[in-house]
């Protein structure tokens, strides 16, 4: 038995920080360890959030700090009081990945990303390696398949990233007209194509230098400032650009029923609302919400990475059929059962062919359930990583 303290922020719905970090809460209590959970201190200095956090150290004892995704003054107390700090990482193109602090020895890190994995094992981290996630809902028995038949044909499009479509110039207001229309034009290019590319660095020196001296940024010396400038401004508009795309142009298919988006805002496709039904609707209704519509398409934000995120792996768990773009690049993804698209034009074409393919339409479905079934949920992963420590 080890004692862990485990720092998160739960909101008063049980949410924490991350999508996951209930479900890896749950099972960390049910495992035989000393687990003690306390709050992330909000903001502050270093010195505030040392002062929050060591008086707990020192009552509780504990032989590890474990959060999920990594916080680097919670490595900086780890190494002062002589602990290990466990860290899940679960999105990979946060920006305290530059932290060169994740590479001290008392860190354990984990992380689902692979890209992200083989980027700091080259930065020379050590202690780290790969674990996806898991569903954090009983994963669902699909019918058999001599009662199923694909009646409903509509598209419940799943997406953490879409927000009202504003352009870069509105978010990058200070800048001189000749940067804004060059940075527009460059997005405007990439919304047709999937796989998200660097920005900033092939950018001409002229609107380099206009956005540097505008939009100034902290710690450069700690940060690449490309990343920086491609994570906090660029990418975030593509995302959403490229979701509102495929909506568009998914829309426009006749032989869909209907379109609604999980996300938390209206979208207006040509004149026309489409039905919304907000993310949190869907987890607080388990995700039987996957069952109205037989198809699902996710495209997930930038921050992401290459990581099957928390929301497609239970889509998969209830039973959903599933496209994800193919940059995504995770446990389940090397699998002919997964449906990945490079593109709307592609996404629309696989959707309109499992429409005209059912028994191909079943028999993934089912290969894919069983498949994430044979994986295990969060218990599997706890278990394995409570194993390695």
């Known amino acids: 038995m080890v004692k862990i303290l485990f720092i998160d922020k739960f909101d008063n719905f049980g949410r924490g920080l991350y999508a996951c970090s209930a479900a890896v809460y ?3 209590v049910r495992s035989e360890n000393q687990i003690l959970y306390t709050d992330l201190p909000n903001g502050g200095t270093d ?9 707990i150290i020192k009552d509780f004892s504990p032989e590890f700090i474990m959060t999920i995704g990594y916080y680097p003054r919670l490595s900086l107390i780890c190494g002062a009081t002589q602990k290990k700090y466990i860290s899940w990482i679960v999105e990979g193109n946060g920006i305290e990945l530059c932290d060169p602090g994740i590479r001290s020895d008392w860190n354990r890190i984990f992380i689902a990303d692979k890209v992200a994995l083989d980027r700091l094992k080259k930065e020379g981290v050590k202690n780290i390696e790969y674990l996806p996630l898991a569903p954090s809902i009983p994963i669902k028995t699909n019918a058999n398949n001599d009662t199923d038949h694909l009646n409903n044909k509509r598209v419940l499009f799943w997406s953490d990233c879409i927000r009202a479509e504003t352009s870069v110039s509105g978010i990058m207001n200070l800048l001189k007209d000749s940067s804004k229309g060059y940075i527009d034009a460059c997005v405007e290019c990439r919304k047709s194509d999937l796989v998200f590319k660097p920005l900033y660095e092939y950018l001409p020196d002229y609107v380099r230098t206009d956005i540097t001296e505008n939009y100034p940024i902290e710690h450069v010396d700690l940060l690449d400032e490309a990343y920086k400038y491609d994570c906090m401004y660029f990418y975030p508009h593509i995302d959403k650009s490229l979701a509102i795309r495929c909506l568009r142009e998914i829309s426009n298919i006749v032989t869909l029923e209907e379109i609604s988006i999980a996300s938390d805002v209206d979208i207006f496709i040509e004149g026309d609302k489409l039905t919304i039904k907000s993310y949190m609707e869907a987890v607080k209704d388990n995700y039987r919400l996957v069952d109205e519509y037989g198809f699902n398409v996710s495209i997930s934000s930038y ?16 039973g959903g059929f599933l ?16 449906i990945k698209f490079r593109h709307t034009g592609e996404l629309i074409y696989k959707v309109i062919y499992y429409i005209e393919h059912e028994k191909e339409y079943w028999d993934l479905r089912h290969e894919i359930n ?15 990583l409570l194993n390695k420590i």
Not at 304 to 314: K, P
Not at 327 to 337: A, F, K, R
Not at 370 to 384: A, K, P
Request: hydrophobic letters at 40%; glycine letters at 6%.
């Open 47 to 55: 010195e505030e959030v040392i002062s929050a956090i060591l008086p």
């Open 370 to 384: 069983d498949r994430v079934r044979s994986l295990g949920g969060y218990d599997t992963r706890i278990s394995g």
């Open 303 to 318: 921050m992401n990475g290459v990581v099957l995120t928390q929301d497609m792996w239970n889509v998969i768990a209830s």
């Open 323 to 338: 496209f994800i773009p193919s940059y995504l690049d995770d446990v389940l993804t090397d699998l002919d059962e997964i």
């Open 26 to 28: 749950e099972e960390l």
